[in-house]
């Protein structure tokens, strides 16, 4: 096993960085793949439980590893700071009262790859929910998501061209 207490930071900066952008690209890819090839299983419960499991897996171990607070939104907007979300995407997040906040991502990765492999656009809405529900559950169990607008719906009066999705996450 690679012993990481012994790299330079910034060499193990560089490889863990490569490597998350590694698992990103795959991760579209295997969708693809299930996506042409498992028909079946494409969309169905099950498909949708491992991507609310994938954010409930990652709420839990950055609960461990980062020891935030979990009760206030201000907390949830704390660990979405550290989520996969912003190491890949340029997320906007605007905090709307004491219990809800709006997320934005601009500009989205996966939608400029749909357009690259020749699709319309990558249909993130009922996945993207259920991880973003994993994830902020897994932090404080009230938590709520609810998708304002995804591809291909069109985005609200007002809202800037780089939007590609909004989402409201609140606590009851």
């Given at each position: 096993m690679l012993n990481i207490r012994a790299i330079k930071k910034d060499t193990l900066y560089n490889v863990m960085l490569q490597q998350l952008y590694s698992l990103n690209y795959m991760w579209l890819r295997f969708e693809d793949f299930i996506r042409v090839k498992a028909t079946k299983a494409y969309k169905s419960?099950?498909?949708?439980?491992?991507?609310?499991?994938?954010?409930?897996?990652?709420?839990?171990?950055?609960?461990?590893?980062?020891?935030?607070?979990r009760e206030e939104i201000k907390d949830l907007i704390r660990f979405l700071k550290y989520s996969h979300w912003t190491i890949f995407e340029n997320i906007e997040i605007a905090e709307l009262t004491?219990?809800?906040?709006?997320?934005?991502?601009?500009d989205c990765s996966a939608q400029s790859a749909a357009k690259r492999w020749g699709m319309e656009y990558y249909d993130c809405r009922t996945?993207?929910?259920?991880?973003?529900?994993?994830?902020?559950?897994?932090?404080?169990?009230?938590?709520?998501?609810?998708?304002?607008?995804?591809?291909?719906?069109?985005?609200?009066?007002?809202?800037?061209?780089?939007?590609?999705?909004?989402?409201?996450?609140?606590?009851?």
């Open positions: 419960e099950g498909y949708y439980q491992l991507m609310e499991e994938y954010g409930s897996e990652e709420a839990r171990r950055l609960v461990k590893a980062l020891g935030f607070p004491a219990n809800s906040f709006r997320m934005r991502t601009l996945a993207g929910l259920r991880i973003r529900s994993g994830f902020f559950k897994g932090i404080n169990p009230k938590a709520k998501v609810q998708a304002i607008f995804t591809p291909p719906e069109a985005r609200p009066e007002g809202t800037r061209a780089i939007v590609s999705c909004e989402w409201l996450v609140s606590l009851e």
